[in-house]
């Protein structure tokens, strides 16, 4: 993710997931083979379809003609689910050429398309995943039902099937003890707050997933709006945090931005969670205008470049934890100085 958009000082990405299955097949999980493989073909040809070729040039991936590695790596970037990497039959995923667009096959549902943007545009990325939906639906017959609306594997997607979310980056109301007062004030709106990758993963680098739970009884925009304004009070709060923070304890934060700057420019070994909360505070010290000799877009890169996946796929082998965490350092060593 570039630092670009809208509110990109805490806004890292913003993402439109839908859920969608065809009529008579039954859901991945209750699949044949033969029902798997059918699906594959039928919503791989749309990826011939004249309106999406105007969009991109898209490549179909299958997850079969992949190793390991490449799949993780894939999970790393947001582009895939790591339910589609370990777990899938016949699952595949289409890619857009700046793989701003993912659209996966035979996940949890039979598609799931995924629409990702830097910064807060939320907006924009329904407008793009709604577009497409409209591409897809007018080639394949989606299980729709006139009361429940799209018909999806988990419960708590029936409805619209949408999936809306903001990944924020909060540490200043981590470090002013304010984010669990927040946070529990999100949940009490109908909305989640989960990790770096989704359900059930740990929130690391005071980086937060905001999304949407309701998807029955709202309409999209409605869902959207009720995410969106949430969003906007919870960035204001953070400027706030980071404003008193800077006219109150500047030394403090001056000492800690540059500490870790000095640790990720000098360290000869870093673990992925010390990684995570270093870059975090040169981000922030960035972002603040504490220090200027590195740019936002090298500490995105370094978030995903510096993950187990992506640091084998670069060495082109498998490496023990120790090995990663030698080369993590390296990597940021190199990066951060340029």
Known sequence: MKGEGADSDIVISSRIRLARNLTHYPFPMLSTNQQSEEVLEKVSDVVHDEDLKMISNFERIPLSEINSLESKVLVEKHLISPNLAEESRNGAVILSENESISIMINEEDHIRIQCLF????INEAWE????????????LNYAFDEKKGYLTSCPTNVGTGIRASVMLHLPALVLTQQINRILTAVSQVGLAVRGLYGEGSESLGNLFQISNQITLGQSEPEIIH????????IIEHERTARA??????????????????GILSYAQIMDSKEAAQRLSDV???IDLGLISNVSANVLNE??????PGFLQQYASK???????????AEM???RIKK
């Open 118 to 121: 830097p910064g807060f545009q």
């Open 128 to 139: 793009l995943a709604n577009h497409i939906d409209d591409i897809f639906e007018a080639k």
């Open 226 to 233: 009720n995410l969106y304004s949430v969003v906007k009070q």
């Open 244 to 261: 008193k923070m800077l006219s109150e304890s500047k030394t403090f934060l001056l000492d800690r931005v540059n500490r870790s700057y």
């Open 283 to 285: 981000r922030l010290g």
């Open 302 to 307: 370094l978030m995903i470049m510096t993950q």
């Open 318 to 328: 498998k490496l023990s934890s120790d090995e990663r965490d030698v080369l993590r």
């Open 332 to 334: 940021i060593r190199e």
